[in-house]
């Protein structure tokens, strides 16, 4: 079966950056996603289209197909007095906040100075070119309830 809009992917797979450092992998047959449904980034989507179980690939996957390029707009000074007395602010913790129209964003703390803390929004994989090395273990249809859903469910169904 070939891997298409509504099917279920069970791939493994090694993510690195350009210079070969292991980013992330997932090579015990875990990592599933529903596709077509904008559950993975767009160039790494793109590239598995058309694949069927036992494929491997390598590809390279461009910043503007996967987390973006970095904006500058997405780092913003906040003064520490915003955050509560009692609040622990460390460079490099990550807390959620909202964005203008409401939506969740998660953001890092890159820097605390004379009174401000730095935060930055962008995904930290943004501005990064992405090396996968891909094998499609499975293909299947996915079921009503994860198409319903938009994502893949556990062995035992709907367990979110």
């Known amino acids: 079966m070939k891997l298409a809009k509504d099917k279920v992917a069970v791939v ?14 997932s090579n015990d047959g875990t990592f599933n996603y ?28 461009e910043p503007k197909d996967a ?9 913003q000074r ?21 964005s203008p129209d409401g939506a969740p964003v998660i953001v890092t703390v890159t820097a605390i100075d004379a009174g401000e803390v730095v935060v930055d929004g962008n995904h930290p994989l943004a501005g990064v070119q992405l090396h996968f090395d891909v094998e499609l273990i ?8 994860e198409l319903e859903h938009g994502h ?8 979110h």
């Open 34 to 61: 529903l596709h077509g449904a904008r559950n993975i980034i767009p160039g790494l989507e793109n590239a598995l289209e058309g694949k069927e179980a036992g494929d491997k690939t390598s590809v390279v996957i």
């Open 78 to 98: 906040v003064p520490i007095d915003m955050f509560p007395d009692d609040a622990e602010i460390k460079e490099g913790m990550q807390f959620e906040t909202e």
């Open 67 to 75: 987390y973006g390029e970095r904006s500058l707009e997405q780092i």
């Open 138 to 145: 499975e293909v299947r249809d996915a079921t009503e309830q």
């Open 12 to 25: 493994n797979y090694t993510l690195k950056d350009k210079d070969g450092e292991i980013i992330d992998e």
């Open 152 to 159: 893949v469910h556990g062995p035992h169904g709907h367990d």
